[in-house]
Every structure is written in structure tokens, then in C-alpha cells.
């Protein structure tokens, strides 16, 4: 498998994975070795965390583990079932070879999108599963607004299910009738921009998307 890096978000750390059981952390500055994490099969993706002191991975094992980085232990193993309590439907079907990563900009909420289009949010605060997201049609990618409040997610079909990011609510299907391209959420999050088919954009005011009578 191909070697990879990724740097924090401050660029002040780095780490290194790919090919092999374990990812290495260091300090860009002083070139320390801060952490090295040992994983039972091959490491795929990772992503950090807004505050530089945990990451999140995912490889061949198709688990998805939260890591602090300095002492090397597993803060959690985010589980794929529904928490009791929630009282919602177990996702089905096998999970795939997670492909994607993306943290909300305060770092509390984590979405992942697997090789067969499966995709599911969990909060990182509560580590537990909060939607699925690839229930009716296959996810190709997910973007937070910069304020963490909402999620976007781009489908096969050429739409896009737009998320209350905290909630865990399907709000709206936006429909394009072209192949989808690019999305871009607003800095003041108020908005959300789209492009599709021959250069045709969209642009969506948020404030008037409602809760989706149906789950999307």
C-alpha cells in the first residue's frame, strides 16, 4: 500500500501511515517523535482533530478508532449499532473499507464514507452513532459548515442531503438534475453554494430548509 502523511491543522504535527500496522507523530518543530500508534492490520486514512492532541484513523480492519496521540491509547472504538436508547433501526449490510474522514470544524461531530458509498456521523463527544447516511442512495462526500452546525452531503443521484450536524436530522433533499460537481458553504454558514452540470450553480438559503417530513 502507498505511504501517506497528513498534518494537523495548525501544521505543527505530522503523521505517517500507509502499508503498515502503526502511525508515527511528530512535532514539525523540534522533529520529537510524539507518538507512535500500533493498529492490528493496515492503516488507510487519518484525520486530526482540531486540537492537535488526538486523531482519529481507519484501515483495513474496517474499525474506526479515536486515539490520543501522546500516550498512544485508543480513546474509543466508534461502534457502527445504534445506542439502545436512540430506537432506531440497526444500519445494514457489511461495512466497507472506509475511504473518507471529515471532522466538523470544533471537532465534535466525524463523518465517514466507506468504498461501497456507506456513510455515518457519529458525535465524538458522546461516540455514538448519530445517522446514516447512505440509506436511500450511496454518499460520495461530506463537508461541515464552518460554524459545525450543518452537514452537506454529495450522492451518486446528483443531489445533495442536507444535515442538522448537532441534531443528527435529515433537513432537506436538494435536488440537481446534472451531474454534481463542487459545494461550498458560506464563512457565516447562512448558505450553501453548488455546482452541477454544465456550470449551472445553486445557491441555498439555509434559514429557509426545513426538517425533512421523511428520513432522507
Known amino acids: 500500500a502507498e ?9 505543527g504535527m505530522v503523521a505517517r501511515f500507509g502499508g503498515v500496522h502503526v502511525v508515527h507523530v511528530w512535532d514539525m518543530v523540534s522533529g520529537t517523535l510524539i507518538g507512535s500508534l500500533l493498529h492490528p492490520d493496515n492503516v488507510g486514512i487519518v484525520a486530526f482533530l482540531p486540537d492537535g492532541r488526538r486523531l482519529v484513523t481507519a484501515g483495513a480492519d474496517r474499525e474506526i478508532r479515536l486515539w490520543w496521540i501522546e500516550s498512544g491509547d485508543v480513546l474509543s472504538t466508534l461502534s457502527y449499532e445504534w445506542s439502545r436508547h ?3 433501526q ?19 461531530r466525524l463523518v465517514a464514507i466507506d468504498e461501497t458509498g456507506r456513510g455515518w456521523l457519529w458525535s465524538l463527544r458522546s461516540r ?8 436511500l442512495t450511496s454518499a460520495k462526500t461530506a463537508k461541515f459548515s464552518r460554524d459545525s452546525r450543518w ?8 443531489n445533495v442531503s442536507f444535515w442538522d450536524a448537532r441534531a443528527g436530522t435529515p433537513m ?5 438534475v446534472e451531474p454534481f460537481h463542487a459545494m461550498e458553504f458560506s464563512p457565516e454558514s447562512c448558505m450553501l453554494t453548488s455546482l452541477s452540470g454544465a456550470y449551472t450553480v445553486k445557491v441555498w438559503d439555509l434559514s429557509t430548509i426545513a426538517i425533512s417530513a421523511t428520513p432522507v
Not at 128 to 135: E, I, P, Q, T
Not at 151 to 158: G, S
Open 128 to 135: 455514538r452513532l448519530m445517522a446514516d447516511l447512505g440509506v
Open 3 to 11: 505511504r501517506s502523511i497528513v498534518f494537523g491543522s495548525d501544521g
Open 172 to 176: 432537506q433533499m436538494l435536488s440537481h
Open 151 to 158: 452537514l452537506a452531503v454529495t450522492h451518486e443521484d446528483a
Open 90 to 108: 440497526q444500519p445494514t449490510g457489511d461495512v466497507g473499507l472506509v475511504e473518507q474522514l471529515t471532522l466538523s470544524p470544533d471537532g465534535t
Open 86 to 88: 436512540l430506537g432506531k
